[in-house]
């Protein structure tokens, strides 16, 4: 069913009972042409550049538990392709142009929103970095600006500039980004896709593979085996553990991100804001909730919950900026599993496993990178050579010395 | 989360702080294929989903380096040591 204007007043008049669901949760059939491992956003929107792209419908999307209740329906939502680096920088700026037509090409309402992403500053040095950040994002045709402090002071009247310690400065904006509904970008993308013939099948855990003459020619899961000619792992935080399987080391390590929703309030924050002198991202949702979140808990972690001392943080950075949110209740708070990569970056190739590609490393960046992170992980499934803004996010960049370093942090991940 | 620390008792984990894991050895100097070999050591882990020997530092307290075994799926401490001890 095509969605519209006229099939919206179609069942408004004949009360709402005509909505057919909106994907079909199949059964796995005894083999694919290519299986990709995981039903997150990015599982999913590869599914349907491959479907749509490249014409390849003979695919499986498996996923262990329901679709989007991994990292993609945990996040704070923020998109933006502010990068500095030029091998990253691309990338992103291709997942934001992708989102800005994602509704037109999904048919159906991701509510992305391009509100704007301000990262404040606090300092010269942070100024004269943000600004050598902003001429990168320029040249590569991203749109920045720099603010000065009376500028975001007219955009954010609310927030602490008198704070003595850390006065606002200014800030550099990126008026494009925004934020994205990330349940709808789930559901949008698992639409599309399987109208297009792919199945998506739940409740079905990658458990082991199954071997050919040295390549993978299947799975093993929880609902039997299935084979298949080609295999994409896009399992996030449990990149490594599926790699494993196949005797695969990586360069990533798992760590745990919380995330936190205040009480609804009148409509206080216009954009996504970023605090300069601690971890901290706050937007509004359209409900009026407070959505914020700030650094990973900083150790290993496979499980989906977090510890105080990160909470703490969060709110005290939350109440360094804004004071006015003091008296603001915080309804929930919730983690996730991310796959930390040695240099911060996502890695998007082949493995030395022959037939089994990785999509994996997307630290907690990797929402903004959906829609680009599934295009070019189909262009490599059908094409077997790397899509090319994605060449730069190579497994072998570790080894060969190409890291792609944002933060200039080095090889811990808990840093990045 | 809370570690037992040999000097201090039990104490709070924001105390401390987080290296990483603690099976990082540096390759001796005349190792062959000794790029491979800290490409491994630098770059790969095991990245377990359960029982993980890590190093921690409490630098809020004695400063003492520790080895914490820790699952990661619960965030259990199952035992904690000095970093200089042989592991268990
Ligand atoms: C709290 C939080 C806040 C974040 N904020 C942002 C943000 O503001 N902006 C941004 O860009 N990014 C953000 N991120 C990061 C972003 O959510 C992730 O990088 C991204 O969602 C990862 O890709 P995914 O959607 O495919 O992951 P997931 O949704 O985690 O998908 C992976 C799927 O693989 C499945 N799986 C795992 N193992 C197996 C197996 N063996 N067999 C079958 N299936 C398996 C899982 O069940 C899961 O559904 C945030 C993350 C968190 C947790
Ligand atoms: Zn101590």
Redesign the interface.
């Known amino acids: 069913m095509r969605y519209s204007i006229f099939s919206l007043l179609r069942q408004a008049l004949t009360g709402h009972q005509g909505w057919a669901p909106a994907w079909r949760d199949a059964a796995p059939k005894p083999a694919y042409e290519v299986i990709i491992v995981g039903g997150g956003g990015h599982g999913l929107s590869t599914a349907h550049y491959l479907a749509k792209v490249h014409g390849i419908t003979d695919v499986a999307v498996l996923e262990k538990g329901f679709i989007g209740l991994g990292n993609a329906g945990r996040n704070t939502t923020i998109i933006r392709s502010n990068y500095l680096l030029p091998g990253n920088n691309p990338f992103y700026e291709l997942s934001m142009k992708l989102w800005e037509g994602l509704e037109q090409d999904l048919n159906y309402n991701t509510m992305v929103s391009q509100r704007g992403v301000l990262n404040l500053y606090h300092s010269d040095a942070q100024r004269d970095s943000y600004v050598r950040r902003g001429n990168a994002m320029r040249m590569h045709g991203v749109d920045a600006e720099l603010l000065d402090a009376r500028d975001v002071r007219r955009m954010l009247p609310f927030l602490d500039f008198g704070n003595a310690r850390f006065p606002i400065q200014g800030g550099l904006l990126q008026p494009r980004g925004g934020t994205a509904r990330h349940d709808a970008v789930v559901w949008g993308y698992a639409r599309a896709a399987s109208g297009r013939g792919v199945d998506i099948v739940q409740n079905c855990e990658v458990t082991g593979f199954l071997w050919e003459g040295g390549r993978v020619a299947g799975v093993r899961t929880s609902r039997g085996d299935i084979r298949a000619r080609k295999i994409g792992m896009a399992v996030a935080g ?1 990149t ?2 599926v790699a494993h399987m196949a005797g695969l ?6 760590h745990v991100l919380q995330a936190f929703v205040s009480e609804a309030i009148k409509p206080l924050v216009p954009c996504v804001v970023t605090y300069g002198a601690g971890h901290f991202y706050v937007s509004q949702s359209d409900k009026g909730g407070l959505v914020f979140g700030g650094n990973i808990d ?6 989906q919950r977090g ?1 105080l ?1 990160t909470v ?1 943080d969060v709110c005290e950075s939350g109440m360094a900026l804004m004071p006015a949110i003091g008296r603001v209740r915080v309804l929930r708070s919730w983690g996730g599993i991310m796959d930390m990569s ?1 240099d911060g970056s996502p890695i998007i190739d082949r493995t030395p496993v022959a037939g089994l590609y990785l999509n994996g490393g997307w630290c907690y960046g990797g929402f903004k990178a959906t829609p680009a992170s599934g295009y070019c992980f189909a262009h490599l499934l059908a094409r077997d050579e790397p899509h090319e803004v994605a060449r730069a996010l190579r497994l072998d960049r ?2 060969a010395g190409r890291l792609l370093d944002e933060k200039g942090q080095g ?4 840093l990045h | ?1 809370r570690i037992e620390c040999p000097f201090c008792g039990e104490r ?3 105390e401390f702080t ?1 290296l ?2 603690a099976a990082f050895r540096r390759p001796p100097a005349d190792a062959p294929d000794l ?2 070999r800290y ?2 050591a ?8 359960g029982p ?1 020997r ?1 190093l921690w530092y409490h630098g809020s307290g004695c400063h003492a380096w520790l080895q914490v075994t ?1 699952d ?4 259990e401490i199952l035992a904690v040591r000095l970093a200089t001890e042989t592991p268990e």
């Open positions: 449990n490594s553990t080391r990586l360069p990533i390590e798992s900083g150790y290993n972690s496979y499980a510890n001392p703490e040695m570790f080894a090889p811990q991940p808990n | 989360m709070d984990v924001a987080y990483g894991d790029a491979g490409y491994d630098v770059y790969l882990r095991e990245n377990p989903a993980h890590e820790r990661t799926r619960t965030h």
